[in-house]
C-alpha cells in the first residue's frame, strides 16, 4: 500500500476504494486467473447505497492484504464501512461454515447481504465453467449450503 497521502487525495471515498484495491489487487488473479479486481467490481456494483458499494469494493482487504482496520480507518472509511467488511472477513482459525453461522447470527442485514452477493459471485456458472471440475466441485460444495442459509435469511427480512 503507498503512502495514506496517496490515497486521501482523492475525495470521492468509492473512487479512493477503487483506487486502493486496484493497487492492492492489482497483480492478483482470481482462481480462474482472471483479474481479482473484477470480482471485488462485480460484488460492489451490486448495491445502491454508498456504505455497501464501498464495502464491496473492500470486502476483502482485511482477509486478503496486509491492510489493516485501522489503515483504512485513516484513509476515512467510516466506522460502518469498517464494521460491514470487518463482517465479512473470515478470522483466522475459523472454518467457512462457522464463519457463516456468525454472520448470519450477527443479525446485520449489511453483512449479510454483502456476504450473499459475493458467494453469488464466487458461484457464478460461467465462473466455475473456467475452473478444473476438482476445484468446482469443491467451491460448489463450499458454497451451496452456505448460500441457502444465507437466502433464507434474507427472504424472512425482505
Do not use: Q
Not at 489487487?25 to 482472471?34: C, I, M, S, T, V
Not at 460484488?43 to 469494493?57: H, K, P, Q
Not at 465479512?88 to 452477493?117: A, C, F, P, R
Not at 475452473?131 to 451451496?144: E, H, V
Amino acid at each position: 500500500m503507498r503512502d495514506i497521502d496517496y490515497y486521501l487525495k482523492v475525495d470521492n471515498l468509492y473512487d479512493r476504494a477503487l483506487l486502493l484495491v486496484s493497487e492492492l489487487f492489482k497483480n492478483k488473479k482470481d482462481k480462474a486467473g482472471l483479474p481479482y479486481i473484477n470480482h471485488l467490481i462485480r460484488v460492489s456494483i451490486n448495491f445502491d447505497t454508498e456504505e455497501l458499494r464501498i464495502a464491496g469494493l473492500l470486502h476483502d482487504v482485511l482477509e486478503d492484504t496486509k491492510v489493516t482496520k485501522n489503515d483504512l480507518s485513516k484513509l476515512g472509511f467510516s466506522k460502518r464501512i469498517l464494521e460491514i467488511v470487518d463482517g465479512v472477513t473470515i478470522e483466522d482459525g475459523l472454518d467457512y461454515n462457522s464463519k457463516i453461522k456468525k454472520i448470519i447470527d450477527s443479525k446485520d442485514m449489511d453483512i449479510i447481504k454483502l456476504k450473499y452477493v459475493d458467494m453469488c459471485d464466487n458461484m457464478d456458472k460461467d465462473r466455475l465453467s473456467k475452473l478444473p471440475i476438482i476445484m468446482r466441485n469443491r467451491l460448489i460444495s463450499k458454497y451451496k449450503n452456505n448460500l441457502k442459509l444465507l437466502e433464507k435469511v434474507l427472504e424472512v427480512k425482505k
